[in-house]
């Protein structure tokens, strides 16, 4: 079965500097996706980045950037330059072609700091 | 609208009693998804649409919970004798092509669910 892993809760990050987000996943299929929504306090998901499992160079979508690491099954989200604004919940998901059904990870709640 | 639209933000309700949601998805997305998420928790997948073809209800956790989707476009969530367990945010999102191509899902702000 497909699990979608992220193992911290809470992270506080300084303004202006980068974080990483940590996402590790579980699946046994070839052709997969990952993806990485943003949930601010107003509860909306946010579309940030994905990275189809055929894919040989990190996605990448201005200060966003997908560490994969595909032996590791890892998909870290990476944020540059952190802002004020990117305080909120991240959520890392999958889905396997053939289906449709998103799993989701619990989420990293990121807290920036001015 | 430009993005999926989702009525109403808030519903308090006493257990016990019926209530329906509602999901307006972008024009021309063939794909509608249902999705709860409970207080501090990942989304749950409820329920799945696609074009005319019969829906995944595989998620729905009880035979409490019903949707339909009408001509291909609007969706209502029902929830019959609302439980307090049932209390929740409940999400909708749609994409464009659905049917096991890995497409971006775009969702609606959601509707809080509030069971007293």
């Known amino acids: 079965a497909q699990k979608i892993t992220q193992t911290q809760p809470g992270m506080f990050v300084q303004e202006k500097e980068a974080v990483t987000l940590d996402c590790t996943y579980d699946?046994?299929?070839?052709?997969?996706?990952l993806f990485w929504y943003k949930q601010p306090s107003s509860g909306e998901m946010i579309f940030l980045i994905y990275?189809?499992?055929?894919?040989?160079q990190n996605a990448t979508e201005g200060r966003y950037s997908l560490n994969f690491q595909k032996a590791r099954k890892s998909a870290n989200l990476v944020i540059s330059a952190s802002q004020l604004g990117d305080s909120a919940m991240y959520f890392c998901?999958?889905?396997?072609?053939?289906?449709?059904?998103?799993?989701f990870g619990t989420g990293t709640r990121l807290k920036v700091l001015a | 609208g430009a993005g999926v639209s989702q009525s109403p933000s808030n519903k308090v309700t006493e257990k016990g009693k019926d209530v329906e949601l509602r999901c307006d998805p972008i024009?021309?997305?063939?794909?509608l998804y249902w999705y709860r998420q409970s207080l501090g928790q990942g989304l749950e997948f409820l329920i799945y649409?696609?074009?005319?073809?019969?829906?995944?209800k595989s998620g729905l956790p009880s035979d409490r919970f019903s949707a339909e989707r009408t001509g291909g476009s609007v969706s209502t969530l029902t929830i019959q004798r609302t439980q307090q367990e049932d209390s929740a945010v409940y999400l909708c999102?749609?994409?464009?092509?659905?049917?096991?191509?890995?497409?971006?899902?775009?969702f609606g702000p959601g509707t809080r669910l509030t069971v007293l």
């Open positions: 024009s021309g997305h063939t794909a």
């Open positions: 999102a749609s994409s464009l092509l659905g049917g096991g191509a890995v497409d971006e899902q775009f």
């Open positions: 649409f696609q074009g005319n073809s019969a829906p995944d």
């Open positions: 990275q189809g499992s055929y894919d040989e």
């Open positions: 998901a999958m889905t396997a072609s053939g289906t449709y059904k998103y799993i």
């Open positions: 699946t046994s299929d070839q052709s997969y996706g």
